[in-house]
């Protein structure tokens, strides 16, 4: 018998026409009264996915609910759209992630989710929904996409309980760093604490400028990317 096996690269897409590799990624981390979640793609290298908010990976799902996806662009909207339909059935990130995971199992198999809520009796929580397992609750921070390994190392090493907002942001831009040796990537970062969901920033790329737009202020800066 002759078995043959391929190196795999999990959500890491190409491009047919450009022959562009696009890459694909999620990040939570929970801190002190709050909870991270970024994500993003690379978009064919034209941040094509912030053009149009509805394909943003990360969205706010109720007043207090994110959700951040990575996967197969059809499945990751797939995965977006089955959990906002139950939206009105949710009132948890535990209630959103068996959600997820229904839709992960039944029409978007590529997709891992990222879910953080704000409850006043627990605090912030969060699950990582991917492949048939039950949702995984994450005490500290998660992973998942093309970046994962690089970042999950990133996470280890610089994560501490307790963490402020800005420590947090900070530590989510190492992973972004991390993910941008391997391709191009632009990302969403949103926070959920006991003032509600809300995006925090974007970190954009592009090929000569990262262009950084801060919701708090709507004022595009752009530095030179080195």
């Not at 018998?1 to 999990?10: A, G, L």
């Not at 990040?27 to 149009?52: E, H, L, P």
């Not at 029409?107 to 891992?112: D, E, V």
């Not at 942001?169 to 760093?177: E, F, Q």
């Amino acid at each position: 018998y002759v078995i043959r096996t391929e190196k795999y690269r999990p959500n890491v897409l190409h491009n047919s026409n450009t022959r562009e590799t696009i890459m694909d990624s999620v990040f939570g981390v929970v801190g002190g009264g709050f909870a991270v979640v970024a994500a993003g793609t690379s978009a064919a290298g034209r941040s094509v996915v912030f053009i149009n908010p509805d394909n943003d990976r990360v969205t706010s799902l109720g007043s207090k609910l994110l959700l951040g996806v990575s996967g197969v662009p059809g499945d990751c909207l797939r995965l977006r759209d089955e959990v906002r339909a139950s939206t009105s059935k949710i009132h948890s990130a535990a209630a959103a992630a068996d959600v997820a995971r229904g839709a992960v199992i039944g029409c978007a198999q590529s997709a891992n989710a990222v879910i953080a809520g704000y409850d006043k009796a627990e605090g912030p929580t969060m699950y990582a929904v991917g492949g048939t397992a039950p949702p995984e609750r994450v005490e500290q921070y998660r992973t998942a996409g093309c970046g994962a390994g690089l970042c999950t190392a990133v996470m280890e090493n610089h994560y501490r309980p307790g963490m402020t907002v800005k420590e947090a942001v900070a530590l989510v831009d190492r992973c972004i760093k991390e993910v941008r040796r391997l391709g191009l990537a632009s990302f969403v970062i949103m926070v959920v604490d006991k003032d509600g969901a809300r995006e925090y920033t974007r970190r954009i790329l592009r090929p000569k400028a990262v262009i950084e737009i801060k919701s708090s202020q709507g004022t595009p800066i752009v530095s030179t990317n080195n």
